[in-house]
């Protein structure tokens, strides 16, 4: 219950507890309800006692708040010690009066003071359970919100006081009750004894609840007092960071702490997490990423500021503490430069060493697709259109720098015409040399170093012609880089000349889609010699 350590007298109470609900669940003969007896017997001795300890409770409760000259925040706390007893007396009252009807309609006391109808089991049930005029309902919803109004006062979770069998150890794998509800638990086939056991038992609960509520709101009197009980020696240095041969400057603090104190630490108006010193003292966790988007042009400095308060019983201590963000360095490697090309995917480095360990980047444009690598502060930007390129780098949601990149067209391959594995154009060739071509595309030198990638050309489609005296003697299309011109060899004369124009050619881009290149010349004339 609320944490605290259970008394000899608790377990005692809950032992009987566990043996009562036992004893019901079974439904043991009528043997042995004289136990029962004793049971209930024993239980309102210990009710009552643990009442009369409640009301010492709140008398030194009021006694304490009286001897700290009647403080706001201790006259609230007594005025919940207060309502707890009264809501406690209350359903204790509902309580007796529930055992006295059933003493009444099971027919009274003998001339003993014993029960007459210890073993009847009709009329508790009759009382309890009865769909229309049944008592168990209000019953249990009763101690449901003596439950839930103890929790609102103290801040503590107590555990229900209306279980379920299915929420009890010794019943939630027994087929015969682990279906059953509180009330049926309780107060089905129960003899009367039974029944009158059960409901002092619950309170005793009830006032074992009461008792560790006023507890935790006895704490409260007095909590406000300060008392210092462990100090420690603090050292708050300009800078952790000394050059050699500057000084080292700090200023020397005593802090201390105070074993009743609950500080709660803000800033700006945030609640913060709490952190504990090797000597024990409380300390409140700032720790956000820093922004700034007013830099001074010459020391690329920022200065900012946060509030900081401490909120210590009814007094808070508020500071402002003002430091500075620097403007970090954004560095770009790339083959291309600060240009990149059209529709092919620039690989970009971009680092910020200031940030170290620290450095997470993410990056977005409007102007490009952005596909991140595979290692901290690679990136593939690929230029949507002409215009130029902003790209966006963030580090943790923060907004770093906007760095800005030209777009350049994707140079024209150069067509490389070989037979045998020689050049064939210019100076032209024999027939017997002649017979095969390999008419291919091969990309730019810089464009081939700077995304290689993207430069994987294909010639797909070639027409070639021999030509004679000005006129087409033959003409042939070829859709493949290797053109087979051994059926031509016959036709060919020193003077005529194979004429071989390049029709179309693709491109293979990084994102694996073929798009029409352009070679830088079309046509290539071939003589014969």
């Known amino acids: ?19 009562l609900t036992a004893m019901l669940a079974l439904n043991v003969s009528s043997a042995v309800l004289d136990k029962f007896t004793i049971f209930n017997s024993t239980l309102e001795s210990l009710a009552k006692e643990s009442a009369s300890a409640n009301n010492q409770l709140v008398a030194n409760i009021q006694a304490t708040v009286t001897e700290k000259g009647n403080r706001a925040a201790d006259i609230k706390a007594l005025k919940k010690a207060q309502e707890v007893r009264t809501m406690t007396a209350d359903l204790i009252k509902e309580m007796e009066g529930l055992k006295e009807q059933i003493v009444s309609e099971t027919g009274g006391l003998d001339e003993n003071g014993n029960f007459k ?9 009759s009382m309890m359970l009865a769909p229309d005029k049944g008592k168990g309902k209000q019953f249990e919803a009763d101690l449901d919100n003596f439950v839930k109004k103890l929790q609102e006062l103290t801040g503590k979770e107590f555990p229900t006081l209306t279980p379920d069998a299915k929420d009890m150890d010794m019943f939630k794998n027994n087929p015969d009750q682990k279906n059953k509800d509180f009330l049926t638990l309780t107060f089905a086939d129960a003899p009367m004894v039974a029944g009158m056991a059960t409901i002092s038992q619950l309170e005793t609960q009830v006032l074992e609840y009461e008792a560790d509520a006023l507890g935790l709101i006895a704490e409260e009197v007095g909590a406000k007092d300060v008392e210092f009980t462990t100090i420690v020696p603090l050292i708050r240095p300009n800078s952790n960071v ?10 020397l603090f005593i802090t201390a702490a105070a074993s009743g104190a609950n500080p709660v630490f803000k800033y700006n108006g945030k609640q913060v997490e709490k952190g504990v010193t090797e000597g024990g003292i409380e300390f409140g966790k700032i720790e956000f990423t820093a922004s700034a988007n007013n830099y001074d042009p010459k020391t690329l400095l920022s200065e900012q500021s946060i509030t900081a308060s401490i909120e210590l019983n009814d007094t808070t201590y508020n500071m402002v503490h003002k430091y500075f963000v620097a403007k970090p360095v954004v560095q770009v490697k790339s083959a291309a430069l600060q240009a990149l090309y059209q529709n092919c995917g620039n690989e970009l480095d971009i680092q910020v060493p200031a940030l170290g360990t620290s450095y997470n980047p993410s990056f977005s444009s409007n102007d490009a697709d952005v596909r991140k690598g595979n290692r901290t502060g690679l990136v593939t930007v690929i230029p949507k259109g002409r215009s130029k390129v902003k790209l966006n780098v963030s580090n943790n949601g923060s907004l770093l720098s906007t760095e800005s990149f030209d777009v350049k067209k994707v140079p024209p391959p150069n067509i490389v015409i070989t037979s045998r594995g020689k050049p064939v154009t210019g100076d032209g060739a024999t027939a017997a040399a002649i017979s095969t071509l390999t008419v291919s595309a091969e990309a730019d030198e810089n464009f081939k170093r700077e995304v290689p990638k993207d430069a994987r050309y294909r010639v797909n ?51 694996g889609e073929n798009e029409r290149a352009r070679p830088l010349t079309e046509i290539y004339t071939i003589p014969i010699n």
């Open 461 to 511: 489609k070639v027409t070639v012609k021999l030509a004679r005296s000005g006129r087409a003697v033959r003409t042939e299309d070829f859709t493949t880089e290797n053109i087979d011109l051994r059926q031509w060899r016959s036709q060919l004369r020193p003077g005529d000349a194979i004429i071989i124009n390049v029709e179309r050619v693709t491109r293979r881009t990084f994102t």
């Open 1 to 19: 219950m609320a944490g605290r350590k259970e008394t000899p007298r608790q377990k005692m109470i809950g032992m009987m507890y566990l043996v």
């Open 117 to 125: 109808a210890a073993s009847d089991v009709e009329k508790v049930a």
């Open 242 to 251: 000394v050059a050699s041969g500057a000084k080292f400057e700090a200023e």
